[in-house]
């Protein structure tokens, strides 16, 4: 896949927990969990701006492009 998922790296950066972010933004753990591991095909921007607004930061701080070899 060309977008890899940086989510960890930016809860380990925030000192998060993903059960907390689960809560605050109000998605299961297993619907995070899946975005975490990169196991989603697709991410609605209404639930990707929730993830930026409770973490401070910006789409491209969670989300990469890395084009295929």
Known sequence: MAIIIRLDRILADRK????E????VN???????NLKTGKV???RFST???????L???PG?????VPDD
């Open 21 to 24: 972010l689960a809560r605050q």
């Open 48 to 54: 990707l701006e929730a993830i930026c607004k409770t």
């Open 61 to 65: 701080d969670i989300l990469e492009y």
């Open 41 to 43: 095909k697709a991410i």
């Open 16 to 19: 998060m927990q993903l059960n």
């Open 27 to 33: 998605i299961s753990n297993v619907n995070l969990s």
């Open 56 to 58: 401070n930061c910006q």
